[in-house]
């Protein structure tokens, strides 16, 4: 068995969260998906790892709880959590002490930066929304 940095098992499970959503899952839209993980890392950076979290649990949308459920698998595959879902991880990031805390965000940046990296190249999703070729089109009618 080979010894793998964090950064290719935060990748690896950012891919596999990514290539699910693409592939189709029930009752979670792709594109809104992607509009919620493009926001994700400046939402954590603006408002904190335990608001952030608390408030994709309070949309409670599929695509909303999907995000912070795959930000969880992604922690827990790097071993950084034990959360089994994301309000499992919620509850963990509300509970930890300061030092676990920003702790807990340098990782959380980490994997959210990779979900990101992976919406934009394999759903080729941008932050409105829209796939890559949608808003090509829509510059070049303006």
């Known amino acids: 068995m080979t010894m793998q940095m964090r950064a290719q098992r935060l990748a690896m499970a950012a891919y596999s969260c990514v290539d699910l959503i693409g592939g189709g899952i029930d009752g979670v839209d792709p594109k809104r998906y992607g509009a919620i993980v493009h926001r994700l890392p400046g939402m954590i950076l603006q408002h904190g790892l335990a608001q952030s979290s608390g408030f994709l649990l309070a949309k409670g949308t599929a695509e909303h709880l999907r995000v912070l459920d795959d930000l969880c698998r ?69």
């Open 74 to 142: 992604v922690l827990r595959e790097a071993g950084v959590t034990k959360a089994d879902n994301g309000v499992a991880l919620h509850h963990g990031f509300i509970t930890a002490d300061l030092t676990d805390t920003m702790a807990l965000t340098r990782h959380a940046l980490d994997a959210a930066a990779w979900l990101k990296r992976y919406v934009q190249g394999v759903l080729r999703i941008t932050a409105t929304g829209d796939t890559a070729s949608e808003e090509r089109r829509n510059h070049e009618s303006d």
